[in-house]
C-alpha cells in the first residue's frame, strides 16, 4: 500500500470512529485530521468535506460487507442456510468491529448506501427460497420480509454493541426466529441457526 492509499485508508477508519460517536455534523476537518494522524491539508487533498467522506465511507462499508458476504456462500445453496449465516455474520462483525456496528446501526435506515444493503443479494436469496419452496409467505410481501430481515439484523448487532447479548446468542436467536417466520420448521430453524460460523472472506 502506497503513502496515499494508507492515508485514505487512515482517514476512512477514522471518519467511521467519528460517525459512529457523534454523527456526521460535529465532525469537522480538525478533529478528522488529529483522529486519523494526519495533517488537515492531506485531509483536503483527498476529499472536500466530512460530508463527502460520509458518503464514501457508507458506500463502501455497504458493497465491501455485500461482497464479502456473498464470497462465503459459494458451497451454500440452501436459502436458509445463507439467510442464517448472513444475519450472524453481521452480530459477529458487530462484535469485532464495534465502531462498524455502531455506524451501521446509526446510519442504517437514514443512508441510501446502507439501506441497499438489504436490497441486494439477501432480497435475491428470499426469492429463491419462495420460489422453491423453501419458505412460505405471500409473493406480494417481499418487501415487507427483507424489513423484517433488515430489522432482525439491527437488532442483532444492537444487542451486541450494547452488551446485552453475545454474538452467538443474538446472531443465532435472530436467525432462528427468522427462518420459523418464513416456515422453515422449528426444529430446521434451531439447527441452522446454530451451525458453525465460517469466517467471513476478506477481499482480495
Do not use: C
Not at 410481501?141 to 454474538?167: C, N, P, R
Amino acid at each position: 500500500m502506497n503513502a496515499a492509499s494508507s492515508a485514505q485508508e487512515r482517514i476512512r477508519d477514522a471518519a467511521v470512529r467519528l460517525f459512529a460517536e457523534r454523527g456526521v455534523a460535529s465532525v469537522n476537518v480538525r478533529e478528522l485530521a488529529q483522529a486519523a494522524g494526519v495533517a488537515r491539508g492531506t485531509i483536503y487533498n483527498n476529499v472536500d468535506s466530512p460530508e463527502e467522506i460520509f458518503s464514501d465511507v457508507a458506500a463502501r462499508l455497504a458493497n465491501e460487507m455485500h461482497e464479502r458476504v456473498v464470497l462465503s456462500f459459494d458451497l451454500i445453496d440452501d436459502p436458509a442456510h445463507r439467510l442464517s449465516n448472513g444475519v450472524r455474520f453481521f452480530a459477529r462483525r458487530a462484535h469485532e468491529e464495534p465502531h462498524w456496528g455502531r455506524f451501521i446501526l446509526r446510519f442504517a435506515f437514514s443512508n441510501a448506501s446502507l439501506q441497499g444493503m438489504w436490497a441486494g443479494p439477501p432480497a435475491r436469496d428470499l426469492k429463491t427460497g419462495l420460489d422453491t419452496g423453501r419458505y412460505n409467505f405471500a409473493p406480494s410481501q417481499l418487501t415487507a420480509v427483507i424489513s423484517m430481515v433488515a430489522g432482525a439484523g439491527l437488532s442483532a448487532m444492537f444487542l451486541v454493541t450494547e452488551g446485552h447479548k453475545s454474538w452467538r446468542e443474538a446472531g443465532s436467536d435472530s436467525a432462528e426466529l427468522l427462518l420459523s417466520a418464513l416456515g422453515v420448521p422449528k426444529a430446521q430453524a434451531h439447527d441452522i441457526a446454530h451451525r458453525p460460523l465460517p469466517p467471513l472472506p476478506e477481499l482480495k
